[in-house]
């Protein structure tokens, strides 16, 4: 199995301050399957620390902090693997788009994950916390990554 993180996933796990928090980050850097994200979280991932930031949950230094943390984690090395944003991801999301009434860019990242699971003889999860886009992804096909007993 492939997990395909979206950027609600990751910064519960970055920011540590959900109740899911702790769960995410033990799938994400610590557990037993690949976890693959899509370029454009390197965007959203920035973008939501500084809300956090902005909000008072993270101050300046863990804003960098976790922005070192997350390149380090997509880095060749990292627990973390990035498949690029492509043109093939473009027009396959204006496709979902125009076909759906999912969002431009959880279009993006399921674009990135149908493109991955077409590719792969491994199943291709999601693992998001926004329900809009979960209910999108089992639209599309895939399975939700599950939350353990007892989470949401």
């Known amino acids: 199995m492939i997990?395909?993180?979206?950027?609600?996933?990751?910064?519960?796990?970055y920011l540590g301050d959900e109740a899911d928090a702790r769960w995410i980050a033990d799938t994400v850097f610590d557990g037993p399957d690949p976890v693959v994200v899509c370029e454009l979280a390197d965007v959203e991932i920035a973008?939501?620390?500084?809300?956090?930031?902005?909000?008072g949950r993270?101050?300046?230094?863990?804003?960098?902090?976790?922005?070192?943390?997350?390149?380090?984690?997509t880095a060749a090395t990292g627990p973390?693997?990035?498949?690029?944003?492509?043109?093939a991801t473009l027009v396959r999301a204006r496709h979902l788009v125009l076909e759906t009434t999912v969002r431009t860019l959880d279009a993006?990242?399921?674009?990135?994950?149908?493109?991955?699971?077409?590719?792969s003889e491994d199943e291709v999860t999601i693992l998001?916390?926004?329900?809009?886009q979960a209910t999108a992804a089992?639209?599309?096909?895939?399975?939700?990554?599950p939350a353990p007993?007892?989470?949401?």
């Open 47 to 55: 973008s939501l620390l500084r809300r956090a930031h902005r909000d």
């Open 58 to 73: 993270v101050d300046d230094p863990g804003v960098a902090e976790r922005l070192a943390a997350y390149q380090g984690h």
């Open 3 to 13: 997990i395909f993180a979206d950027t609600s996933a990751l910064g519960s796990a």
């Open 149 to 152: 007993a007892g989470r949401a």
């Open 80 to 87: 973390i693997a990035v498949v690029p944003l492509t043109h």
């Open 108 to 119: 993006l990242h399921l674009a990135a994950a149908q493109i991955l699971a077409e590719s």
């Open 138 to 145: 089992r639209a599309l096909g895939f399975s939700l990554y």
């Open 128 to 132: 998001t916390r926004d329900a809009l």
